[in-house]
Structure formats: structure tokens, C-alpha cells
């Protein structure tokens, strides 16, 4: 079985920069569609970027162009570079992985067949 842990959030002020980090543990055999999802309080879960079994990556658009996936495949640790941040961006970020090799349109995080517990951001003003 998979295991996942973040790391990497803080507090930042707006326009500031982060690297989340997520090592991935256990069965890592097989390279399924993983990705990066946040949740902020009362809101819905929401998919961010992912990169497939050919490390194709896929953005939704609130995230396209700050934020880059990108993962280092002998360390088994998957990243998100998060740039230019708003006050809109403050959540509890979390790595996910499905059980497919190709991700789903959109990354919807209730597919998730594994995620960790996340690390949360705060930007201010």
C-alpha cells in the first residue's frame, strides 16, 4: 500500500513563493496518474495539477501558469512550486494519487485512491 506525506507549507505573504513536497512510501511499483489537491475551510476539494504515467502534466486553470508540478522519480517524491500566491490560495494542501495511469479531466479529488493528510498554506497580505 501506498503512503504519502507533505510537507513544505508555511505562511507567506501575497506574490511570495513555496515548494510542497510529498515522498511517496510503500508499494511504488506502479506510476498511476498523482497529483495535488487543497481544501480550504468550507469549501470543496479542489484538483490543482497532476502528472500521468508519462509524466504528462495537467493543470486546472486556477493554477496554470504559478504553479508547476514536477516529481524526482529515484526519490520517489513528488513537488508543487507555488508561485505569485493570493490570499485565495490559503488551504490545507495534499497529494493524492488515483488508481489510473492517465488522469481524469478536471483531477477530481473524490476519485483519489490514496492522499495524505497535507500541509497547510496561509498567504497574507
Known amino acids: 500500500q501506498v503512503q504519502l506525506a507533505e510537507s513544505g507549507g508555511g505562511s507567506v505573504q501575497a506574490g511570495g513563493s513555496l515548494r510542497l513536497s510529498c515522498v511517496v512510501s510503500?508499494?511504488?511499483?506502479?506510476?498511476?496518474?498523482m497529483g495535488w489537491f487543497r481544501q480550504a475551510p468550507g469549501k470543496e476539494r479542489e484538483g490543482l495539477a497532476a502528472?500521468?504515467?508519462?509524466?504528462?502534466?495537467t493543470y486546472t486553470d486556477s493554477v496554470k501558469g504559478r504553479f508547476s508540478i514536477s516529481r524526482d522519480v529515484s526519490k520517489h517524491i513528488l513537488y508543487l512550486q507555488l508561485n505569485n500566491l493570493t490570499p485565495e490560495d490559503s488551504a490545507t494542501y495534499f497529494c493524492?494519487?488515483?488508481?489510473?495511469?492517465?488522469?481524469?479531466?478536471?483531477?477530481?479529488?473524490?476519485?483519489?485512491?490514496?492522499r495524505g493528510q497535507g500541509t497547510p498554506v496561509t498567504v497574507s497580505l
Open positions: 510503500g508499494n511504488t511499483g506502479r506510476e498511476n496518474c
Open positions: 493524492g494519487a488515483y488508481g489510473w495511469r492517465l488522469c481524469p479531466p478536471g483531477l477530481p479529488a473524490r476519485y483519489l485512491e490514496v
Open positions: 502528472l500521468d504515467s508519462d509524466a504528462i502534466s
